[in-house]
């Protein structure tokens, strides 16, 4: 797939068919998730990679918790959002509405329990960064990630990424023996997108270019 092509066709996948993803290409995405560029070469990023048995456990384990802390989604930010950034989440919303609503389950629902289940994707990937880092190094991870998600689009499979779910990262790093000095930063769902399912009947907008670009000349 060409990439122009993999980034204008990309979108967040929230219901996957029940088929398996080869382990090599789970590993040909990790390796080209590993091309990013980083600061003096660090490479800060480390994934973690279930599947099968393990990672049913791990979604078990998830549920019990969110059943016990009810942990909302949500921007995260510290202060009131400006108008413009307000914006566009009721934008997506009004888009995203439609289509949750034919799953006659409310969205919060949805995709709180979603988040603890991978949306059902096949493979969940976990990221993480050593916590020696200082939190500038996290725009390296983030540039891995984004190497991650296209390379996953080029192969045909589809892909979410999940913050809400490190509210339990406890949980997470006890399950699968993520060690102490190591931060959960994101999980990623991997796997074939259903394409029947409303949750995966829309793509959300993006800002025009005059909206995100300022020009100096």
Known sequence: MDLFAAMTQ?????????????????????????????????????????????????????????AERQISCGSGASKPLPDKYLRRTRQAFQVMEPHFSKLGIPFNQFV???????????VAIIVTIDRVFPQIRYLDLGLSVAYLLLAA????????????????????????????EKEIALAIALGYADETSP???????????????????
């Open 10 to 66: 990309r979108r967040s996948a929230r219901a996957y068919l029940n088929q398996a993803v080869a382990r090599a290409d789970i590993e040909d995405i990790i390796r080209y998730a590993g091309l990013a560029p980083s600061a003096i070469n660090l490479q800060p990023w480390e994934y973690v990679v279930t599947y099968g048995e393990e990672k049913d456990r791990l979604v078990r384990r998830l549920t019990r918790a969110a």
């Open 153 to 180: 689009q080029a192969k045909g499979l589809a892909t979410c990424p999940i913050g809400l779910i490190t509210a339990y990262a406890a949980e997470m790093a006890e399950e699968l023996s993520i060690p102490a």
């Open 112 to 122: 709180e329990a979603g988040s603890c289940s991978f949306y059902g994707a096949p």
């Open 199 to 217: 949750a995966n009947g829309f793509k959300t907008g993006r800002e025009e270019l005059s909206e995100i670009l300022t020009w100096y000349e």
